[in-house]
């Protein structure tokens, strides 16, 4: 029997191109094909981008319901493809919301669910292996799922980019019954970041605990500015001690720059 | 008056867990337990909530080990009641397993209003029993809070996001999952301990809550190995006689690698 298809799924586009660099690996392993679920408001063009990349179906549905970026619009699109098809493997981007989505979807359909997973194989089996990083960063667990689907989430920066490939998806239209939110957002407000985003920096210089002062990381500011990188902290100081507003780390910033000092 | 369910993690101090350093292995079964951090959040947040407005604070936990001693300190925090559903079999259930077991722990302790969990444990970071939980119960829910407002029965909440904080209304009942920004848990006075020795604490069987066997046998995942992160270095030293010296040598070397442009 021929495998179920591998879903690829986030709200950011961008996170999406990089998930299907892996989904393609696996599908191809799996020997079936690869789905990137592409769900928002007037995002036809960036769908049809998408469709341009070694990838072989779009399952797509434009609506102003996505537009609110709330949980449950999402969860019913997933729900009536899940009954209609039966996917192998679910790879949802690891941001906040792809976290919260993954959780509650894997609830729905009482499947595994491994969050964070930064390397994948395949088994004698053919089930999905997901390695992930625990206990702080102290360990790296090796899970296996023992049914299916089986829903990962993968960080932002863990795979290359898909690249354009001669092939164009097929682009399947969607026309699902979604659910109202249950939670109304009354206002956005964007977080106080700094001018550069340090997910994207090459460089970046991070200070831990054992900075005295917050004076200190002038010194840091001027290594950062030579290298042309970007100063980060880790979550004490940005916590505890409120000196800045975001951290490095595994439940803040994940950084994949060429030097960390 | 809101009756208000906080879901806490007896959970392995991260912070002090050791590597065997032959096998590479954790050795978790040494370590440490405690309340997960972003859990004690959640109950600080129940306690001021319930000053505020009045009502109970019920702390709930499943869990493999006895937990007695961090629930007498969830006491000792300013819950009025706490409550373990503890069986050996635990340590081996997943997210969603445990998100059952609370849900049917929950029907037992009968109504309430707000189930607060933290973001995520310590432990693993996975963030999974929130949500999970939210949708074995069919409550609302809202991740990632670090404000919260209650008038009535709606909640205006701050979720803090990547990119973005959302400000949301939502109605009770309902699950929040809290992140370590929302408050600073207090820590107990000799008052507040003394107090705690004489609330309820009560100790539940999988069977009390009608968990049966084939539930808890057939978890969703499995963990087949945890061993400590392998970080190949490559052990270069940069020596010269003066810092300008080691400096420029650095800086070769960084060249060399190709890190940085020459």
């Given at each position: 029997m021929?495998?179920?298809?591998?879903?690829?799924?986030s709200?950011?586009?961008?996170?999406?191109?990089?998930?299907?660099s892996?989904g393609?690996r696996?599908a191809?392993?799996?020997?079936?094909?690869?789905?990137?679920?592409?769900?928002?408001?007037?995002i036809?063009?960036?769908?049809e981008?998408?469709?341009?990349h070694?990838?072989?179906?779009?399952?797509?549905?434009?609506?102003?319901a996505?537009?609110?970026?709330?949980?449950e619009?999402?969860?019913?699109?997933?729900?009536?493809?899940a009954?209609?098809?039966?996917?192998e493997?679910?790879l949802?981007?690891?941001?906040?919301?792809?976290?919260e989505?993954?959780?509650?979807?894997?609830?729905?359909?009482?499947?595994?669910?491994?969050?964070d997973?930064?390397?994948?194989e395949?088994?004698?089996?053919?089930?999905?292996?997901?390695?992930?990083?625990?206990?702080?960063g102290?360990?790296?667990?090796?899970?296996?799922?023992?049914?299916?689907?089986q829903?990962?989430?993968?960080?932002?920066r863990?795979?290359?980019?898909?690249?354009p490939s001669?092939?164009?998806?097929?682009?399947?239209?969607?026309d699902?019954?979604?659910?109202?939110?249950?939670?109304?957002?009354?206002?956005?407000?964007?977080?106080?970041?700094?001018?550069?985003?340090?997910?994207?920096?090459?460089?970046?210089?991070?200070?831990?605990r054992?900075v005295?002062?917050k004076?200190?990381f002038?010194?840091?500011e001027e290594?950062a500015?030579?290298?042309?990188?970007?100063?980060?902290?880790?979550?004490p100081?940005?916590?505890d001690r409120?000196?800045?507003?975001?951290?490095?780390?595994?439940?803040?910033?994940k950084?994949k720059?060429e030097?960390?000092? | 008056?809101?009756?208000?369910i906080?879901?806490?993690?007896?959970a392995i101090d991260?912070?002090?867990?050791?590597v065997?350093?032959?096998?590479?292995?954790?050795?978790t079964a040494?370590?440490p337990?405690?309340?997960?951090?972003f859990?004690?959040n959640?109950l600080e947040e129940?306690?001021?909530?319930?000053?505020?407005?009045?009502?109970?604070?019920i702390?709930?936990?499943a869990?493999?080990e006895?937990?007695?001693t961090?629930?007498?300190?969830?006491?000792a925090m300013?819950a009025?009641?706490?409550?373990?559903?503890?069986?050996?079999?635990?340590?081996n259930?997943d997210?969603?397993?445990?998100?059952?077991?609370?849900?049917?722990?929950?029907?037992?302790?009968?109504?309430?209003?707000?189930?607060?969990?933290g973001?995520?444990?310590?432990?693993?970071?996975?963030g999974?029993?929130?949500?999970r939980?939210?949708?074995?119960l069919?409550?609302p829910?809202v991740?990632?809070v670090?404000k919260?407002n209650?008038e009535?029965?709606?909640?205006?909440?701050e979720?803090?996001?990547?990119?973005?904080?959302?400000?949301?209304m939502?109605n009770?009942?309902?699950?929040?999952?809290?992140?370590?920004e929302?408050?600073?848990?207090?820590?107990p006075?000799?008052m507040d301990?003394?107090?705690a020795?004489?609330?309820?604490?009560?100790?539940?069987?999988?069977e009390?809550?009608g968990?049966?066997?084939?539930?808890?046998?057939t978890?969703?995942?499995?963990?087949?190995?945890?061993?400590?992160p392998k970080?190949?270095?490559?052990?270069?030293?940069?020596?010269g006689?003066s810092?300008?010296?080691?400096?420029?040598?650095?800086?070769?070397a960084?060249?060399?690698e190709?890190v940085?442009?020459g």
């Amino acid at each position: 029997m021929r495998a179920g298809e591998v879903w690829v799924f986030s709200e950011n586009l961008d996170l999406t191109l990089e998930i299907l660099s892996e989904g393609r690996r696996l599908a191809d392993k799996l020997q079936t094909e690869l789905s990137a679920i592409i769900l928002g408001c007037n995002i036809k063009e960036e769908a049809e981008e998408i469709a341009e990349h070694n990838v072989d179906k779009i399952y797509f549905m434009d609506n102003p319901a996505f537009k609110s970026l709330q949980t449950e619009p999402y969860l019913s699109v997933f729900m009536e493809l899940a009954a209609r098809h039966t996917p192998e493997i679910i790879l949802i981007g690891s941001t906040k919301r792809g976290r919260e989505l993954a959780a509650r979807l894997a609830a729905r359909l009482k499947a595994g669910l491994v969050q964070d997973a930064f390397k994948f194989e395949i088994d004698e089996k053919g089930m999905l292996i997901a390695s992930r990083i625990v206990y702080g960063g102290n360990g790296v667990a090796l899970i296996t799922y023992q049914a299916k689907p089986q829903i990962a989430t993968v960080p932002p920066r863990t795979f290359e980019k898909a690249k354009p490939s001669d092939k164009q998806a097929d682009i399947i239209s969607l026309d699902v019954k979604l659910d109202e939110p249950k939670t109304k957002v009354v206002e956005v407000k964007p977080a106080e970041v700094a001018k550069v985003r340090i997910e994207e920096a090459r460089v970046v210089i991070c200070g831990g605990r054992a900075v005295a002062k917050k004076e200190d990381f002038k010194m840091f500011e001027e290594l950062a500015s030579i290298l042309g990188g970007h100063v980060g902290v880790t979550r004490p100081l940005a916590e505890d001690r409120k000196w800045f507003s975001e951290w490095v780390g595994l439940s803040g910033k994940k950084v994949k720059p060429e030097i960390y000092i | 008056m809101p009756r208000i369910i906080v879901c806490i993690k007896y959970a392995i101090d991260v912070s002090q867990v050791k590597v065997d350093s032959a096998t590479r292995k954790l050795l978790t079964a040494d370590a440490p337990r405690k309340i997960s951090d972003f859990d004690e959040n959640a109950l600080e947040e129940a306690v001021k909530i319930k000053t505020k407005y009045g009502g109970e604070v019920i702390v709930l936990t499943a869990t493999a080990e006895n937990a007695s001693t961090a629930l007498r300190e969830a006491l000792a925090m300013g819950a009025d009641k706490a409550i373990q559903i503890q069986d050996p079999k635990i340590q081996n259930a997943d997210t969603m397993i445990i998100s059952n077991i609370l849900a049917k722990a929950i029907r037992k302790v009968g109504s309430f209003d707000i189930i607060l969990c933290g973001e995520a444990s310590i432990e693993s970071y996975s963030g999974q029993v929130g949500p999970r939980l939210a949708e074995v119960l069919g409550v609302p829910i809202v991740t990632y809070v670090s404000k919260v407002n209650l008038e009535g029965n709606t909640f205006t909440v701050e979720r803090r996001l990547e990119d973005c904080s959302e400000v949301i209304m939502v109605n009770t009942p309902v699950l929040l999952t809290v992140t370590k920004e929302i408050n600073v848990p207090r820590v107990p006075t000799l008052m507040d301990i003394i107090k705690a020795s004489k609330k309820e604490l009560l100790t539940w069987t999988l069977e009390d809550i009608g968990v049966k066997g084939e539930e808890i046998a057939t978890p969703s995942i499995r963990v087949i190995d945890v061993s400590a992160p392998k970080i190949e270095r490559k052990k270069i030293k940069i020596s010269g006689e003066s810092p300008k010296e080691i400096a420029e040598n650095l800086v070769k070397a960084l060249i060399q690698e190709g890190v940085i442009g020459g």
